[in-house]
Structure formats: structure tokens, C-alpha cells
């Protein structure tokens, strides 16, 4: 009897409409589920080499052991492919209802291959399995789709991803969308597109079967009483907050800013044209109080979101345009150099229903908003438009041309790199990305080391999921010394210690103990991935203790885990696998063609340029100490310190060793006995 798993892999092939099924067992007791198992069937299914466009190469989504369990937050999707356009590793997730749906249909893992003659879209409705035309679904946008759907089918249950225009028009930023929620970033949606792929609905009412529903009740009561008592935390905070605004003092939203550095996309505060008011505009209790009507939580599947009432997905209304769950609205205002509410909702809007990646569709506008400024390009160069910071036309029109691949946004559309290699070097020097990526631009991290090795290492070239840079030690530290409280200073040097074995692990701007601290949160966050838990509900009950993968978070895992599966797993083994599987996309991109250390990099302007006002007025990161700490995060996860490549003995140790004889084929393995 097999628990929490359906042991099922889902097999469609869209150029013959070949439909078949194989068993899901060869792969979860080493790799779990989710983004583990996915990454072993894309080494297994990919060529060296391939196109991510090429038919053959897979999209995967897999759901991990606790979707659909009942266990509050087991609900993630994850979605695997190649990278479009680069190439390498891509895996992006969201919430929602879609994965429970699809375990109860009967699926722990959906493999698609092929490209179908015509507009097409998948229904799964537990072993009846339909490919149905989508002809008439074709240029519909993300929010459309879905209801045309469960109208046709007559089942408004029906759970839908699907890609909007931009998918269809194999846009380099395009996402896919469900319920609000995007796997956004790396070309997923173009990779659906290309497949003319428009959309997946599942309808499943098998349910799953847990191994100890009792135990998976208890530890939904605990989650509940710990989230409560975070919650009450939390409204206390709330309730400072509005008391600090009342008092017209500064105000923590603007203190957490501060410390996020991230004003103006590296052009710094003054230069961005912004004020800390218009900052605050984006405060959640400002920004809610202003944006009355249609207000309220949208939680995923089992989830009661109590812990994170303040910051989780969110509705709100858009002017004349519906309802939107939005994020954080604060890294609209930095980029887009506007704190115009009514424009960035619309801006928001658009790119959802066109199935944009937002984070990606952000840094290009500001980029193009930065080197016009700069008088590097001219309106010329963008069809007549005045790329002028915080213009509404440059910001909307932008945003239309990409989707539509219409006249400069044709060439944006294949990713800003290709626009700015054909504007010249001085354009391309602005830009700020990862192998052609744009996502982790949130955060101006000069200031914030644990950032720049994350994102220099991140398997995925570039992700707004590889650090939340602001952690709690952090945060505690900065307002401890802004607010000249000794108390919170001290308490933050004592977390620091205890978790990455360093003091200096508070203080962003150092690099001791930073690579534990980068390793843990990874960790973490492969938890998540590979068993199908929504990280954000770790966040936000166990804080601190989540974000640095402490025993007490590692053992929850392992048990909740154990109770959908029967499958005794220790912590120990839970983390071996953390570290398993992302070796293994290591390997992946190696094979690939990533070069190890030579590719992890960070932007040459956050290396070279200073900052140039706010709290840290002058930091910049160094090289030779980031090329230190890489050395010091590869011995961590057993790769060779020289090159950055998984070793042979590490790919043993994993029972990987056809990993290591690839590579060692292709001429890659590293030389070196010892990490
Ligand atoms: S914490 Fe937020 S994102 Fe996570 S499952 Fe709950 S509602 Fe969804």
C-alpha cells in the first residue's frame, strides 16, 4: 500500500497524443517529490544540448508527498523545464488549488513532450485523459481562459493553468498562471507555448490516502497554535504601526526599506526621483486603507493563512478592471520611479492577464527608463516612446509591446539581453541580469552579502526565491542600531550565532558565516519544493528558525512527511536529500554548459559601483572576499572548491555515480579526489 504518493507519472506526448502511465516508485524514496523527483526525469529526459523550444524537451510538474495531504500548506506545484532562452536549470512553483486536484486525480508527476498541430489544451479528469482543441481559447488572457474552460466543460471546480498571449507568442518572460498565482520566471510560459500548449484543467475527486490522518491533525493543531500566537504577535505590530503613522513618526514599513537599500534599482534614493512618502504609499496598512473594496485573504488549498494576514496574497480592486491578488507593491514604486498607485495596478493587471513575469517585466522598464535618462537611448529607439522614469506611457505601452511582440517590444520579447546587445555596450553594461535572467532585481544587495552569493550560486541562474536577503537577525540589528536599542542588538547577534556560528552573520554587509547562512535558507526552501509545502507558511510560524532550517524545522518536516506516507524518514535523510537534489541540478546545468565557478557571477555594477546615497552611502561588495565565500560554499555542499563542480565522490555519495560518468565523459568532472 503505497501512502501521501499516488504512484503515478503521467505521460502525454502532444505530437502523437500518445497518453501513458508508469509508476512513480523508481524515484520518491531518493528524490520525495516536487522539484527532487522533477530534476531526475529532466537529466533523464533531456539531450545535452537541446533547444528548450525543441518539442522534445519536457515541461515536468510534479506535487510532492504532502499535496493534497491535509496538512495545512501542502499544496505546491512545481514545474521544471529548460530555461527559455538560455538553457539551463529552470523549476518555478505556486500555490493555489491545482496541486491537491491533481494528486486526487490520481498524479504525483505530469511529464509533456511534443508540440500539437493545433491550439490545444489538456484535461484530466482522473483517468480520463483529453486532448481538446483550444482554437477558440487562443489569444485569450489568463483570467479569461480558465472560465471559458470550466464554462465548456460545465464545471466551475475545475482547477486551470494556463498561459495568456505572451506564452503563445514564445515571449522570454511569459509565466504560467493559476488562480492568481504565476510559475513565473525563466520562459515557462513560452516553453507551454511552443508545445501550443494553452492550458491544463484537472478535475480529481479520488482523493489520497495518509498513512496517520490523527497525526496529521496534531500537527495541524500545533501549526494552528503556533500561527495564532504569531498572529497575535503580528497584530500587535499592526497596531504600532498605525499608532507610529498617527503619531506622524517614521514608520517600520520605511525602516525595512532602509535597510533594503533597494531605492531606485542602483541609481539610489536621490536619483530615482522618490521620497520616503512615496514609499509609504505602499505600506499595507496605507495601502489597504486606500484601496477600500474587494479587500480580503485568498488563501491557497489548506491553508488558513493566519500567521501572515498582513502580507499574503491579498485582493484588491483594480480600477475598472476587476480584482487582483497582489504581493508587495513596494518594488513596483522603486522601479518603475513612480508611487502613482492607479498606474502600477494597471501595470499589475496587465502583465497577470498577458501571462508576464512581473519581477522580469519591472527590471527591463527600469532599465530602459534608466539609460534613456542617461541619453544612451532616445525615444527612437522605442518606437517614438520617451522611456521617461515613471511615465504611465512608457510603463503600459512597454508592457503591450512585449505581449504583442510589436515593433521595439518584438526584440524585448526575446529577452532584454538580445534588445540590449543590439543598443551596444555602454546599454548592456546598465542591465542587470544573470545569464540573460532579470528576476532577483528587488533587492540593491551592495549591502547584502547572503544575496550576492545566493544569487551568484542559485541553481536556477536568477530567482527572486534565492535569499530573502532580509532576515530576521538583520532586521533585528539595523532597527536595534537605528532606534538605539541595545536589547535588540544583542538578541540579534545571539540568533546570528546560534544559527550560522557567527555573530557577524547579523551585520549584512559581512561575510563570515555567510555561506551556512545562504546553505540553510536553500535548504529550506528545497524542503518545501520537494514535499510540496508552501515555504511561506514555515516563514511565517517559525520565523527565524524556518529561514535558517534549525533541527526543530528539519524533524517538522520529517514527521509531517512520515504521517502522509508511512515512510519513516529521519530529519538527517530529509536534508541529505535537499542536498542530493540540488547537486544534481548542479550537474545538470554543468552538463549543460554552465562553468561552475567562471558562471557564478553577480552584475558587474554591483561589483563596481558604489552606492551612492541612503543609510549605506558608499558600500559596494568585494570580489576577492565573494570569491572566498564560494570556496567556502562549495566545500559545504561537497563540490570542488576550485571549479565549483559537484566531485565524484559527492555524486557516490548520492548514488549518482551515471551522473559523474557523464560528466566525467563529457570532460567535466573535476580532477580533485577531495572537495
Ligand atoms: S502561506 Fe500564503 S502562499 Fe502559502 S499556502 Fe498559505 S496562502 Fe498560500
Given at each position: 500500500?503505497?501512502?501521501?504518493?499516488?504512484?503515478?507519472?503521467?505521460?502525454?506526448?502532444?505530437?502523437?497524443?500518445?497518453?501513458?502511465?508508469?509508476?512513480?516508485?523508481?524515484?520518491?524514496?531518493?528524490?520525495?517529490?516536487?522539484?527532487?523527483?522533477?530534476?531526475?526525469?529532466?537529466?533523464?529526459?533531456?539531450?545535452?544540448?537541446?533547444?528548450?523550444?525543441?518539442?522534445?524537451?519536457?515541461?515536468?510538474?510534479?506535487?510532492?508527498?504532502?499535496?493534497?495531504?491535509g496538512i495545512?500548506?501542502?499544496?505546491?506545484?512545481?514545474?521544471?523545464?529548460?530555461?527559455?532562452?538560455?538553457?539551463?536549470?529552470?523549476?518555478?512553483?505556486?500555490?493555489?488549488?491545482?496541486?491537491?486536484?491533481?494528486?486526487?486525480?490520481?498524479?504525483?508527476?505530469?511529464?509533456?513532450?511534443?508540440?500539437?498541430?493545433?491550439?490545444?489544451?489538456?484535461?484530466?479528469?482522473?483517468?480520463?485523459?483529453?486532448?481538446?482543441?483550444?482554437?477558440?481559447?487562443?489569444?485569450?488572457?489568463?483570467?479569461?481562459?480558465?472560465?471559458?474552460?470550466?464554462?465548456?466543460?460545465?464545471?466551475?471546480?475545475?482547477?486551470?493553468?494556463?498561459?495568456?498571449?505572451?506564452?503563445?507568442?514564445?515571449?522570454?518572460?511569459?509565466?504560467?498562471?493559476?488562480?492568481?498565482?504565476?510559475?513565473?520566471?525563466?520562459?515557462?510560459?513560452?516553453?507551454?507555448?511552443?508545445?501550443?500548449?494553452?492550458?491544463?484543467?484537472?478535475?480529481?475527486?479520488?482523493?489520497?490516502?495518509v498513512?496517520d490522518a490523527e497525526k496529521i491533525l496534531q500537527i495541524n493543531e500545533e501549526?494552528v497554535?503556533?500561527?495564532?500566537?504569531?498572529?497575535?504577535?503580528?497584530?500587535?505590530?499592526?497596531?504600532?504601526?498605525?499608532?507610529?503613522?498617527?503619531?506622524?513618526?517614521?514608520?517600520?514599513?520605511?525602516?525595512?526599506?532602509?535597510?533594503?537599500?533597494?531605492?531606485?534599482?542602483?541609481?539610489?534614493?536621490?536619483?530615482?526621483?522618490?521620497?520616503?512618502?512615496?514609499?509609504?504609499?505602499?505600506?499595507?496598512?496605507?495601502?489597504?486603507?486606500?484601496?477600500?473594496?474587494?479587500?480580503?485573504?485568498?488563501?491557497?488549498?489548506?491553508?488558513?493563512?493566519?500567521?501572515?494576514?498582513?502580507?499574503?496574497?491579498?485582493?484588491?480592486?483594480?480600477?475598472?478592471?476587476?480584482?487582483?491578488?497582489?504581493?508587495?507593491?513596494?518594488?513596483?514604486?522603486?522601479?518603475?520611479?513612480?508611487?502613482?498607485?492607479?498606474?502600477?495596478?494597471?501595470?499589475?493587471?496587465?502583465?497577470?492577464?498577458?501571462?508576464?513575469?512581473?519581477?522580469?517585466?519591472?527590471?527591463?522598464?527600469?532599465?530602459?527608463?534608466?539609460?534613456?535618462?542617461?541619453?544612451?537611448?532616445?525615444?527612437?529607439?522605442?518606437?517614438?516612446?520617451?522611456?521617461?522614469?515613471?511615465?504611465?506611457?512608457?510603463?503600459?505601452?512597454?508592457?503591450?509591446?512585449?505581449?504583442?511582440?510589436?515593433?521595439?517590444?518584438?526584440?524585448?520579447?526575446?529577452?532584454?539581453?538580445?534588445?540590449?546587445?543590439?543598443?551596444?555596450?555602454?546599454?548592456?553594461?546598465?542591465?542587470?541580469?544573470?545569464?540573460?535572467?532579470?528576476?532577483?532585481?528587488?533587492?540593491?544587495?551592495?549591502?547584502?552579502?547572503?544575496?550576492?552569493?545566493?544569487?551568484?550560486?542559485?541553481?536556477?541562474?536568477?530567482?527572486?526565491?534565492?535569499?530573502?536577503?532580509?532576515?530576521?537577525?538583520?532586521?533585528?540589528?539595523?532597527?536595534?542600531?537605528?532606534?538605539?536599542?541595545?536589547?535588540?542588538?544583542?538578541?540579534?547577534?545571539?540568533?546570528?550565532?546560534?544559527?550560522?556560528?557567527?555573530?557577524?552573520?547579523?551585520?549584512?554587509?559581512?561575510?563570515?558565516?555567510?555561506?551556512?547562512?545562504?546553505?540553510?535558507?536553500?535548504?529550506?526552501?528545497?524542503?518545501?519544493?520537494?514535499?510540496?509545502?508552501?515555504?511561506?507558511?514555515?516563514?511565517?510560524?517559525?520565523?527565524?528558525?524556518?529561514?535558517?532550517?534549525?533541527?526543530?524545522?528539519?524533524?517538522?518536516?520529517?514527521?509531517?512527511?512520515?504521517a502522509?506516507?508511512?515512510?519513516?524518514?529521519?530529519?538527517?535523510?530529509?536534508?541529505?536529500?535537499?542536498?542530493?537534489?540540488?547537486?544534481?541540478?548542479?550537474?545538470?546545468?554543468?552538463?549543460?554548459?554552465?562553468?561552475?565557478?567562471?558562471?557564478?557571477?553577480?552584475?558587474?555594477?554591483?561589483?563596481?559601483?558604489?552606492?551612492?546615497?541612503?543609510?549605506?552611502?558608499?558600500?559596494?561588495?568585494?570580489?576577492?572576499?565573494?570569491?572566498?565565500?564560494?570556496?567556502?560554499?562549495?566545500?559545504?555542499?561537497?563540490?570542488?572548491?576550485?571549479?565549483?563542480?559537484?566531485?565524484?565522490?559527492?555524486?557516490?555519495?548520492?548514488?549518482?555515480?551515471?551522473?559523474?560518468?557523464?560528466?566525467?565523459?563529457?570532460?567535466?568532472?573535476?580532477?580533485?579526489?577531495?572537495?
Amino acid at each position: 500500500m503505497i501512502y501521501g504518493w499516488t504512484n503515478t507519472i503521467l505521460h502525454i506526448d502532444l505530437t502523437s497524443g500518445k497518453i501513458s502511465k508508469t509508476s512513480s516508485k523508481p524515484y520518491i524514496r531518493e528524490f520525495l517529490g516536487g522539484r527532487g523527483v522533477n530534476v531526475k526525469l529532466l537529466y533523464e529526459l533531456t539531450k545535452p544540448g537541446q533547444n528548450p523550444l525543441d518539442p522534445q524537451s519536457p515541461i515536468i510538474l510534479g506535487w510532492g508527498p504532502l499535496v493534497g495531504s491535509g496538512i495545512i500548506g501542502g499544496n505546491q506545484t512545481e514545474i521544471t523545464f529548460r530555461t527559455y532562452p538560455n538553457g539551463l536549470y529552470g523549476t518555478a512553483n505556486f500555490g493555489g488549488q491545482l496541486g491537491p486536484e491533481m494528486k486526487f486525480a490520481g498524479y504525483d508527476h505530469v511529464i509533456i513532450t511534443g508540440r500539437a498541430s493545433k491550439p490545444t489544451y489538456i484535461y484530466i479528469e482522473n483517468d480520463n485523459i483529453e486532448l481538446r482543441d483550444a482554437s477558440g481559447l487562443w489569444g485569450k488572457d489568463t483570467f479569461e481562459t480558465p472560465d471559458l474552460i470550466k464554462e465548456e466543460i460545465g464545471d466551475p471546480d475545475i482547477k486551470v493553468l494556463c498561459i495568456g498571449p505572451a506564452g503563445e507568442k514564445l515571449v522570454a518572460f511569459a509565466s504560467i498562471e493559476h488562480n492568481y498565482r504565476a510559475a513565473a520566471g525563466h520562459g515557462a510560459g513560452a516553453i507551454m507555448g511552443s508545445k501550443n500548449l494553452k492550458a491544463i484543467a484537472v478535475r480529481g475527486t479520488k482523493g489520497i490516502k495518509v498513512y496517520d490522518a490523527e497525526k496529521i491533525l496534531q500537527i495541524n493543531e500545533e501549526l494552528v497554535n503556533r500561527g495564532k500566537e504569531v498572529g497575535e504577535k503580528k497584530l500587535k505590530e499592526v497596531e504600532e504601526e498605525i499608532e507610529r503613522r498617527r503619531e506622524g513618526k517614521e514608520t517600520n514599513w520605511i525602516v525595512k526599506r532602509k535597510l533594503g537599500a533597494s531605492i531606485g534599482n542602483l541609481n539610489g534614493f536621490s536619483e530615482a526621483g522618490l521620497s520616503w512618502d512615496d514609499i509609504e504609499k505602499t505600506n499595507p496598512i496605507v495601502f489597504k486603507e486606500e484601496q477600500k473594496g474587494a479587500q480580503g485573504f485568498y488563501p491557497c488549498y489548506a491553508c488558513p493563512s493566519i500567521w501572515r494576514w498582513l502580507d499574503c496574497p491579498w485582493m484588491v480592486k483594480v480600477p475598472g478592471d476587476g480584482v487582483m491578488v497582489l504581493g508587495c507593491m513596494s518594488w513596483y514604486v522603486y522601479r518603475m520611479y513612480t508611487s502613482d498607485m492607479k498606474t502600477l495596478l494597471e501595470a499589475d493587471m496587465l502583465m497577470s492577464r498577458y501571462g508576464l513575469d512581473h519581477q522580469s517585466i519591472m527590471g527591463t522598464i527600469s532599465w530602459l527608463m534608466q539609460i534613456y535618462d542617461k541619453g544612451i537611448i532616445s525615444a527612437k529607439d522605442t518606437d517614438g516612446i520617451p522611456m521617461e522614469k515613471g511615465s504611465r506611457e512608457a510603463i503600459l505601452t512597454t508592457i503591450h509591446k512585449i505581449a504583442n511582440r510589436e515593433g521595439f517590444g518584438n526584440i524585448l520579447a526575446d529577452g532584454a539581453l538580445a534588445f540590449a546587445q543590439k543598443l551596444g555596450k555602454e546599454a548592456e553594461y546598465y542591465l542587470i541580469h544573470k545569464k540573460g535572467l532579470l528576476q532577483s532585481v528587488s533587492y540593491d544587495y551592495r549591502v547584502h552579502v547572503n544575496r550576492a552569493l545566493s544569487t551568484a550560486v542559485d541553481t536556477r541562474g536568477d530567482t527572486i526565491r534565492s535569499s530573502s536577503g532580509l532576515f530576521t537577525p538583520t532586521v533585528m540589528y539595523f532597527k536595534g542600531t537605528h532606534y538605539n536599542n541595545p536589547e535588540l542588538v544583542r538578541e540579534a547577534l545571539r540568533l546570528a550565532k546560534e544559527a550560522y556560528g557567527t555573530e557577524k552573520a547579523a551585520t549584512p554587509w559581512e561575510y563570515e558565516g555567510v555561506e551556512n547562512l545562504v546553505r540553510m535558507y536553500q535548504d529550506f526552501c528545497l524542503a518545501g519544493d520537494i514535499t510540496g509545502e508552501c515555504i511561506f507558511v514555515f516563514r511565517g510560524i517559525y520565523e527565524f528558525k524556518a529561514d535558517s532550517f534549525q533541527p526543530e524545522v528539519r524533524e517538522l518536516f520529517a514527521n509531517m512527511v512520515s504521517a502522509a506516507t508511512g515512510v519513516n524518514i529521519t530529519a538527517d535523510e530529509l536534508w541529505r536529500i535537499c542536498n542530493k537534489v540540488i547537486t544534481l541540478e548542479r550537474a545538470w546545468n554543468i552538463r549543460e554548459g554552465h562553468k561552475g565557478r567562471e558562471d557564478d557571477t553577480i552584475p558587474r555594477r554591483l561589483l563596481e559601483e558604489r552606492l551612492p546615497d541612503g543609510p549605506f552611502k558608499g558600500y559596494t561588495l568585494n570580489k576577492e572576499k565573494l570569491e572566498e565565500l564560494k570556496s567556502r560554499y562549495y566545500a559545504l555542499r561537497g563540490w570542488d572548491i576550485e571549479t565549483g563542480i559537484p566531485t565524484r565522490e559527492t555524486l557516490e555519495k548520492y548514488n549518482l555515480k551515471d551522473v559523474a560518468d557523464d560528466l566525467e565523459k563529457l570532460g567535466k568532472l573535476p580532477k580533485t579526489k577531495e572537495a
